[in-house]
């Protein structure tokens, strides 16, 4: 069964370093997300994207945050400076219809750990 | 622009009993309604999907929900809860094409022995 890739499961990283979450969302979908849980809390939305580019985003998603899909396959999450606040288990997702009668499906996380 | 209410945080139930978990939402127009399960340290699973064929829904590991539009309502159910039933349940709407999935603050099941 297809799935969606997330690596790596967990990243440690200093407060102020640039990171880089990747995710292979599945092969034929269209639509893909980026959500986050902070520890306890919802999960929230951050952005989304279609053709290329970002096609909704949230307050969340500011300018520390950047989308792209380098190469076809992988989409990544680049959190450029880090906070403390961004510690959260970070969800990729991928659907084929963007959301009317269909699922997202989603990756099993990459918990990042800023100290 | 839409919203997720789930009514309670937390639902405790032993097992062999029923369970009862409350999703009530918000729409402009005709959604797309999902129910994930999210275990312990793990990613979220769809459990069942609502997309505008039958008003009842069935899905995996015997779970159930019915879309009550008068109601607003798409609430979980399963007739006999097991000890792997204990997780996290999310409710999530979307409306249309390209919008994203809007998540409820979700409900935590804990089943008893």
């Known amino acids: 069964e297809p799935e969606v890739t997330q690596t790596p499961s967990h990243q440690v990283t200093q407060m102020g370093q640039e990171v880089i979450l990747r995710c292979v969302p599945i092969?034929?979908?269209?639509?893909f997300y980026w959500y986050r849980q902070i520890l306890g809390q919802k999960v929230e939305f951050l952005v989304s994207?279609?053709?290329?580019?970002?096609?909704?985003k949230s307050e969340i998603f500011d300018d520390q945050f950047s989308v792209e899909r380098p190469d076809g396959s992988n989409f990544t999450l680049k959190i450029r400076s880090t906070k403390l606040e961004d510690s959260a288990m970070y969800f990729c997702?991928?659907?084929?219809?963007?959301?009317?009668?269909?699922?997202?499906?989603f990756g099993q996380g990459t918990r990042l750990t800023v100290v | 622009a839409q919203s997720v209410t789930q009514l309670d945080s937390h639902v405790s139930v032993s097992e062999g009993t029923p369970v009862l978990l409350r999703c009530n939402y918000s729409s402009s127009y005709s959604p797309s309604l999902f129910w994930y399960v999210q275990h312990p340290n793990k990613g979220l699973q769809l459990l069942l999907k609502?997309?505008?064929?039958?008003?009842l829904v069935k899905g995996i590991n015997g779970f159930e929900a019915e879309f009550k539009k008068s109601e607003t309502s798409f609430h979980l159910t399963k007739p006999s809860a097991h000890m792997s039933d204990a997780a996290e349940y999310f409710c999530?709407?979307?409306?249309?094409?390209?919008?994203?999935?809007?998540f409820g603050p979700g409900t935590r099941l804990s089943v008893l022995p």
């Open positions: 994207f279609y053709n290329n580019e970002i096609s909704e």
């Open positions: 999530v709407v979307s409306e249309s094409y390209g919008q994203n999935f809007v």
């Open positions: 997702a991928s659907s084929d219809m963007g959301g009317l009668n269909t699922e997202a499906f």
């Open positions: 092969s034929n979908h269209l639509y």
């Open positions: 609502y997309t505008s064929a039958a008003t």
